[in-house]
């Protein structure tokens, strides 16, 4: 490593501990409160997706894109459509894109199933592959019978991955500040 990149890294280290910390407050706040962090998720993705329509319509005006305008418009259409339903209503949306991930895995997990039945001749351990289709299957019906469960759960796993993420990006960040340049 060059000498300037290690000075860089050194002198940029409270970076990664800042960004460690929002992620450990974001994880600690949605294990905390899973059902308002999942509101509040589903809040954002709308916002998101109203920024990303609105840029697509001006994209739509210039000539150096890529993408046929037709496909551009109806794009830009569906993000701004999600993002004001998003907005509008974020209970409803985090709902029904729980209930989107519950089909999900249902239907998933019967490819699985049926991926491991095709390739059992041609690969070893395909039993995995269908446990994981059977799995994916019981979790999917688990969460359509008791969707606050189901939506408790998954805030949980996001706000503890969070959590986990947060941790190693401030080890990381004190690690930099330390950082010292290799022999050459």
Known sequence: ?????????????????????????????????????????????????????????????????????????????????????????????????????????IVAGVFRIIFAIRVRKEIVGEWLIALSGVLAIVLGIMFLRNPAIGLFATAFWIGAGALVYGLFQVLAGFRFRTHKPLAA
């Open 1 to 105: 490593m060059e000498a300037g990149t290690t000075e860089e890294v050194r002198r940029t280290w409270w970076v990664s501990v800042l960004f460690g910390l929002i992620a450990i407050a974001f994880g600690l706040i949605t294990m905390a409160k899973p059902f308002q962090a999942l509101v509040a998720m589903a809040w954002a993705f709308g916002i998101l997706a109203l920024a990303d329509g609105i840029a697509s319509l001006l994209a739509l005006f210039d000539k150096r894109v890529a993408i046929p305008k037709i496909w551009l418009l109806f794009y830009a259409v569906a993000s701004i459509a999600f993002g004001l339903i998003a907005v509008a209503n974020p209970k409803a949306t985090a709902g029904i894109l729980f209930l989107m991930l519950s089909f999900w895995l």
